[in-house]
């Protein structure tokens, strides 16, 4: 399990070249990606900072610049994306609805011609619509708290693994939110765990991951 998070401090940052720790990039963080780590993009169409779901979604011509730069900061070799440190960069999302989720599932083309996985953010209803497996390579597991820890989000993890999907799970916060994710096959999660007191918060944090990492190849041998 990894886990993605904002690189904001110094301790952070290192712990995100040597750890199970990588980062996760928003249009509105502001944080240089870290040399070394692996990371993923998300697009902030989550509540903002006035609590409203997509407040902080700058657009989709915006977004694709800051993919751009990522692309750039990274320095993969274009012809060769397994040099890429990117996980997915997500297309954009409307929360709790999956139907008018997959109206901007548009985008997912864009992130893959600019040379990046693209991810499909898995909302409330999406298990009652015609999913797109053939346009996304990583499943975010977004939606509602409940939608997200049900059976309907347990089964397209299901599906998504055994389609060879990279599996994501956002707002994982908690020793038992990363044991479920891990649980149900999940490969990260993110969470704003690190964002206060992120050096107070990283031990505790490391020590979650340990668990979870040294734990589960003894479950699955049982």
Not at 9 to 17: E, G, L, W, Y
Not at 75 to 86: E, K
Not at 110 to 118: D, K, N, S, T
Not at 179 to 187: E, L, P, V
């Amino acid at each position: 399990m990894l886990y993605l998070a904002n690189p904001s401090t110094t301790r952070v940052r290192d712990a995100m070249v040597t750890g199970p720790v990588g980062a996760i990039m928003s249009p509105r963080q502001g944080n240089r990606l870290p040399a070394e780590a692996v990371f993923a993009i998300d697009n902030n169409c989550g509540p903002g900072k006035d609590g409203r779901p997509g407040t902080a979604y700058p657009g989709d011509e915006r977004y694709m610049t800051l993919i751009q730069a990522l692309i750039e900061a990274d320095g993969a070799d274009p012809y060769d994306p397994f040099t890429s440190r990117c996980l997915f960069a997500t297309a954009p999302d409307v929360v709790g609805d999956a139907q008018a989720t997959l109206r901007r599932a548009y985008m997912l083309g864009w992130i893959r011609y600019a040379g990046l996985p693209a991810a499909l953010v898995a909302q409330d209803g999406l298990e009652h619509l015609a999913t797109p497996w053939d346009d996304f390579d990583a499943l975010f597991l977004g939606g509602s708290t409940a939608w997200k820890l049900g059976p309907a989000a347990r089964a397209l993890v299901g599906e998504a693994k055994r389609r060879g999907k990279w599996v994501h799970m956002g707002r994982v916060n908690s020793l038992k939110r990363l044991w479920y994710a891990d649980a149900i096959g999940c490969d990260s999660a993110d969470g704003t765990f690190l964002t206060y007191a992120p050096d107070a918060n990283l031990p505790r944090l490391l020590g979650w991951l340990r668990e979870v990492n040294d734990q589960a190849p003894l479950w699955d041998a049982a």
